[in-house]
């Protein structure tokens, strides 16, 4: 990958991470997302970070994606070796949204 798209992905990454914190600052420490840098990665036009909540104790991935439309494509998933497991997805989700979906996809809520 070249330095120009991996930078631009280190910007949409941070730019989401941000989103997220100015809507709920705690949301990222409430999901178990920990402030240790292998648990948050830059992937393409996207985040990807780790969490821990009652729900995935054993834990598990969410991926927040920014698409065309300049909305989210949001994917929990459990990555065990080199099998990908999605456990649930929603796509076109405003910036606004960020946090109220991934908490309902995440959280024990039923």
């Known amino acids: 990958m070249n330095n120009t ?3 631009n992905n280190l910007k949409i990454a941070n730019e989401i991470r941000k989103q997220i914190m100015h809507l709920d600052f ?3 420490a409430g999901w178990g997302a920990t402030d240790v840098s292998e648990h948050y990665r830059a992937v393409e036009n996207g985040l990807a970070f780790k969490i821990s909540t009652p729900r995935y104790q054993r834990g ?3 991926k927040v994606v920014l698409n065309a439309m300049d909305t989210y494509n949001i994917e ?3 990555i065990i ?3 990908k ?3 649930g997805n929603l796509d076109d989700i405003y910036a606004e949204q960020l946090v109220e979906v ?3 996809l995440i959280e ?3």
């Open 5 to 7: 798209l991996e930078n």
């Open 26 to 28: 705690w949301a990222l």
């Open 102 to 104: 991934i908490d309902s």
């Open 108 to 110: 024990n809520k039923k």
């Open 76 to 78: 929990v998933l459990r």
């Open 81 to 83: 070796g080199t099998e």
């Open 60 to 62: 598990a991935w969410v």
């Open 85 to 87: 497991k999605i456990l």
